[in-house]
């Protein structure tokens, strides 16, 4: 999956962007206060995608 749709995905289900790390950037879903981080690589892993949907209790993108 692409980064840009997984980062589309979570700001859909109202996740909003916290802060850059070094590798990284921290997403926040403010309705249940859950962290996870998104790698900065163009394609992410769709095992990934789900793992950082599920710590931000999200639902797993199609």
Do not use: Q, W
């Not at 990284?24 to 950082?52: C, F, G, M, Q």
């Amino acid at each position: 999956m692409k980064r840009r749709e997984l980062l589309r995905h979570l700001e859909a289900h109202g996740c909003v962007f916290l802060r850059e790390g070094r590798k990284h950037s921290v997403y926040l879903n403010p309705a249940t206060r859950k962290v996870s981080t998104v790698p900065r690589h163009n394609e992410i892993l769709d095992v990934l995608a789900r793992k950082i949907c599920k710590d931000l209790e999200v639902p797993a993108p199609p």
